[in-house]
């Protein structure tokens, strides 16, 4: 590349795909301004539509779910397992701990905080499977519905348009990180063209709803923990003022780029997590955490094909539609943003170390949290230590995790740790989303460069006005109905990338066999 075409790349001036960023970006600004301006009205239409996608399409997000556990597991052990995405002696651009800590803090940032404190109290309230309400069994399964919904299927759902992107990026060459090059297969012949153009601007749509699902859950929490170690009021201006200091964090990572920032602050939040984890087993109740968890593995893999396709078609209690399609959605609004952020960093690992690395590492990562968050939040629950749910019912999912971390020992000293874990993990998710945002709005992007900052910046603020958006709008059932709404038209685009990938394969690799490794050259495309 010259030094004139690296410096008009750098810039990302040039290379800017302005119909997908201004329409995207002004969309986004625009819904943001309404739900301002007419929060009642807001809350009412999602939620309106939230309840219609579920009850007619419900069925379908659960066995839409179920389809990438089988496609990445036919991809890892089967005979393309070994293509390697990059040159055959070239090693991992990351470390191991790099790339899972960049995954994991982007991906699940502070939500898992959040809900692995939280969720289980709303299980022993309305348990599934037709269970009385604080019964045993609803203690049980209170602890391993977590586990389930933020375990292997999430990660797959993850995984899934990470393996498009990456044979893009690293075998084809292509110079571009847009959602519709991996989608060539079914677009008409000519790119850039208004099919095109649609599929990305529906794809960043998809990705803001997803992201502002978790700002709706993180501005509460670290409003609540500010509130707990600082003593401060929870009003308004505390939650804006929590939001500018997320946008300048997270805005100022987006702005140093991938290597210089999101990537130290990964880092950082991964010792920051396992020390947490630590903390809790070790000064919490043990044995209680060791004997819940151990009962929590039986439960899981015993149940898990029932837990997957359960509508409750007979009784209708609700269950299924509030909280499993829920995060089926909630994961599949996330997938185009998780999949270009995924492939961008694993340049020199196999399609088979992805697969196993992404819902492996990742699946252990929320199995191990949740374990111990969710058997903490029990004990105190079950040996009246703390009335959780009172909590949960009277002032709702924040402020009960800032008290149930505040029953720790050292409470001042655990508050500030995962205040600051909490903030630097949403500022992970948030500056990746932005750094992918932005790649998508950007025509012309080699794997080994990043879009403009500028168009970065721009992105760290949109999010950061949609935040501010959804706290007017305000609401738990808000917050969720917009990831259900924002993730159906994801479903058809990541169904749009399997069909390419496998096309490419069967192009790429016609008469493959099984060796050790293999690197399948091409020219630049794209």
Same mark, same amino acid.
């Given at each position: 590349? =010259?030094?004139?075409?690296?410096?008009?790349?750098?810039?990302?001036?040039?290379?800017?795909?302005?119909?997908?960023?201004?329409?995207?970006?002004?969309?986004?600004?625009?819904?943001?301004?309404?739900?301002?301006?007419?929060?009642?009205?807001?809350?009412?239409?999602?939620?309106?539509?939230?309840?219609?996608?579920?009850?007619?399409?419900?069925?379908?997000?659960?066995?839409?779910?179920?389809? $990438?556990?089988?496609?990445?597991?036919?991809?890892?052990?089967?005979? /393309?397992?070994? *293509?390697?995405?990059?040159?055959?002696?070239?090693?991992?651009?990351?470390?191991?701990?790099?790339?899972?800590?960049?995954?994991?803090?982007?991906?699940?940032?502070?939500?898992?905080?959040?809900?692995?404190?939280?969720?289980?109290?709303? /299980?022993?309230?309305?348990?599934?499977?037709?269970?009385?309400?604080?019964?045993?069994?609803?203690?049980?399964?209170?602890?391993?519905?977590?586990?389930?919904?933020?375990?292997?299927?999430?990660?797959?759902?993850?995984?899934?348009?990470?393996?498009?992107?990456?044979?893009?990026?690293?075998?084809?060459?292509?110079?571009?990180?847009?959602?519709?090059?991996?989608?060539?297969?079914?677009?008409?012949?000519?790119?850039?063209?208004?099919?095109?153009?649609?599929?990305?601007?529906?794809?960043?749509?998809?990705?803001?709803?997803?992201?502002?699902?978790?700002?709706?859950?993180?501005?509460?929490?670290?409003?609540?923990?500010?509130?707990?170690?600082?003593?401060?009021?929870?009003?308004?201006?505390?939650?804006?003022?929590?939001?500018?200091?997320?946008?300048?964090?997270?805005?100022? =990572?987006?702005?140093?780029?991938?290597?210089?920032?999101?990537? #130290?602050?990964?880092? *950082?939040?991964?010792?920051?997590?396992?020390?947490?984890?630590?903390?809790?087993?070790?000064?919490?109740?043990? #044995?209680?955490?060791?004997? *819940?968890?151990?009962?929590?593995?039986?439960?899981?893999?015993?149940?898990?094909?029932?837990?997957?396709?359960?509508?409750?078609?007979?009784?209708?209690?609700?269950?299924?539609?509030?909280?499993?399609?829920?995060?089926?959605?909630?994961?599949?609004?996330?997938?185009?943003?998780?999949?270009?952020?995924?492939?961008?960093?694993?340049?020199?690992?196999?399609?088979?170390?992805?697969?196993?690395?992404?819902?492996?590492?990742?699946?252990?990562?929320?199995?191990?949290?949740?374990?111990?968050?969710?058997?903490?939040?029990? /004990?105190?629950?079950?040996?009246?230590?703390?009335?959780?749910?009172?909590?949960?019912?009277?002032?709702?999912?924040?402020?009960?995790?800032?008290?149930?971390?505040?029953?720790?020992?050292?409470?001042?000293?655990?508050?500030?740790?995962?205040?600051?874990?909490?903030?630097?993990? /949403?500022?992970?998710?948030?500056?990746?989303?932005?750094?992918?945002?932005?790649?998508?709005?950007?025509?012309?992007? $080699?794997?080994?460069?990043?879009?403009?900052?500028?168009?970065?910046?721009?992105?760290?603020?949109?999010?950061?006005?949609?935040?501010?958006? #959804?706290?007017?709008?305000?609401?738990?059932?808000?917050?969720?109905?917009?990831?259900?709404?924002?993730?159906? $038209?994801?479903? $058809?685009?990541?169904?749009?990338?399997?069909?390419?990938?496998? =096309?490419?394969?069967?192009?790429?690799?016609?008469?493959?066999?099984?060796?050790?490794?293999?690197?399948?050259?091409?020219?630049?495309?794209?």
């Amino acid at each position: 590349m =010259s030094s004139q075409a690296h410096s008009i790349s750098k810039t990302g001036n040039a290379h800017l795909d302005k119909r997908v960023f201004f329409i995207s970006l002004l969309t986004v600004l625009l819904v943001s301004i309404l739900m301002t301006s007419f929060p009642e009205i807001a809350a009412d239409y999602a939620q309106r539509s939230m309840k219609w996608i579920t009850r007619h399409f419900g069925w379908f997000y659960l066995l839409a779910g179920t389809m $990438p556990l089988i496609f990445c597991g036919w991809l890892a052990f089967g005979r /393309y397992g070994q *293509i390697k995405f990059g040159e055959l002696e070239e090693a991992p651009e990351y470390s191991t701990i790099s790339w899972v800590g960049m995954m994991f803090t982007a991906s699940m940032g502070a939500s898992l905080i959040a809900w692995g404190f939280a969720e289980p109290i709303f /299980y022993i309230e309305t348990p599934p499977l037709g269970i009385l309400p604080n019964s045993t069994e609803a203690f049980e399964w209170a602890h391993v519905y977590p586990i389930f919904h933020w375990g292997f299927t999430p990660w797959a759902i993850y995984c899934l348009p990470t393996i498009p992107i990456a044979y893009m990026l690293f075998i084809h060459k292509t110079a571009s990180l847009k959602i519709s090059d991996s989608c060539e297969a079914l677009l008409p012949n000519k790119k850039h063209s208004l099919s095109w153009t649609i599929l990305d601007i529906f794809v960043v749509l998809g990705v803001v709803g997803g992201v502002a699902t978790s700002l709706g859950f993180g501005v509460p929490l670290v409003t609540s923990l500010a509130v707990k170690l600082l003593g401060v009021e929870d009003n308004l201006t505390t939650n804006i003022w929590v939001i500018v200091t997320w946008t300048a964090l997270f805005g100022t =990572s987006a702005y140093l780029g991938l290597k210089r920032g999101i990537k #130290l602050l990964a880092d *950082i939040n991964i010792g920051l997590m396992f020390l947490v984890m630590a903390f809790i087993l070790i000064a919490g109740p043990t #044995l209680y955490l060791l004997d *819940i968890t151990t009962n929590s593995i039986g439960l899981f893999f015993s149940n898990f094909l029932r837990m997957t396709f359960w509508t409750d078609p007979i009784e209708k209690g609700g269950f299924p539609e509030a909280w499993t399609i829920f995060y089926w959605a909630w994961w599949i609004a996330y997938a185009p943003m998780m999949g270009l952020f995924f492939a961008r960093i694993s340049r020199g690992r196999t399609i088979r170390n992805v697969v196993l690395g992404i819902i492996g590492f990742g699946s252990l990562g929320t199995f191990l949290f949740l374990s111990l968050a969710g058997g903490y939040v029990l /004990y105190l629950q079950g040996n009246g230590l703390l009335d959780a749910a009172e909590i949960m019912r009277t002032q709702g999912m924040a402020p009960l995790v800032a008290e149930v971390i505040g029953q720790l020992p050292s409470p001042t000293l655990i508050l500030t740790i995962i205040t600051v874990l909490s903030v630097i993990f /949403y500022a992970t998710t948030f500056d990746s989303a932005a750094y992918i945002l932005a790649s998508i709005c950007t025509r012309e992007l $080699p794997s080994h460069e990043e879009p403009g900052r500028l168009n970065r910046v721009a992105w760290a603020l949109g999010l950061g006005t949609m935040a501010i958006g #959804l706290m007017a709008a305000g609401g738990f059932e808000t917050v969720k109905a917009m990831t259900v709404v924002s993730s159906l $038209p994801i479903i $058809p685009v990541v169904f749009m990338m399997c069909y390419t990938l496998v =096309s490419w394969l069967h192009k790429d690799f016609p008469e493959l066999s099984s060796l050790p490794v293999i690197v399948k050259q091409s020219s630049p495309r794209g």
